[in-house]
């Protein structure tokens, strides 16, 4: 679990109260019990196709692949959440095990293809779930 919000008190089962977004690194409490990822929360950023999952029309923001301090000219638009996945990622790093260009494209990886499936399963079935019960309350 991401800094630990059970601690904070957060519930088990915080998610974004728009698209089902529930990793935890990504999410903001907005209030007791109502909870906004970054990318649902965002109205300033650039929006265009993220370099990590490949979702299109999200809140951009560049990220230094290697870290800034490795390498500052390697950059790569990446959404808000995956961002906030990356940047959680880098502060673990340890660059015994690998160069910070290999750890880098191992995270980028490893994070897009994750999101990916995890848009495929859960997105649409949260939207459908979600419309469906707001349907069902209002007969």
Not at 123 to 137: A, G, H, P, V, Y
Request: charged share 30%.
């Amino acid at each position: 679990m991401s800094r630990n919000k059970v601690k904070l008190g957060w519930p088990e089962t915080a998610c974004c109260e728009d698209c089902g977004e529930y990793f935890w690194s990504v999410l903001q409490r907005i209030s007791k019990d109502y909870f906004r990822c970054h990318n649902c929360e965002d109205i300033r950023h650039k929006r265009g196709k993220c370099g990590a999952c490949e979702g299109d029309h999200l809140p951009l923001e560049g990220h230094h692949v290697e870290k800034r301090c490795n390498n500052p000219y390697w950059i790569v638009d990446v959404c808000l959440n995956c961002h906030a996945e990356l940047t959680e990622r880098q502060l673990r790093w340890n660059t015994r095990n690998g160069s910070s260009r290999e750890l880098g494209l191992k995270d980028m990886h490893e994070i897009g293809e994750r999101r990916r499936k995890w848009r495929e399963q859960n997105q649409t079935d949260f939207r459908t779930k979600s419309i469906n019960t707001n349907l069902e309350s209002l007969s």
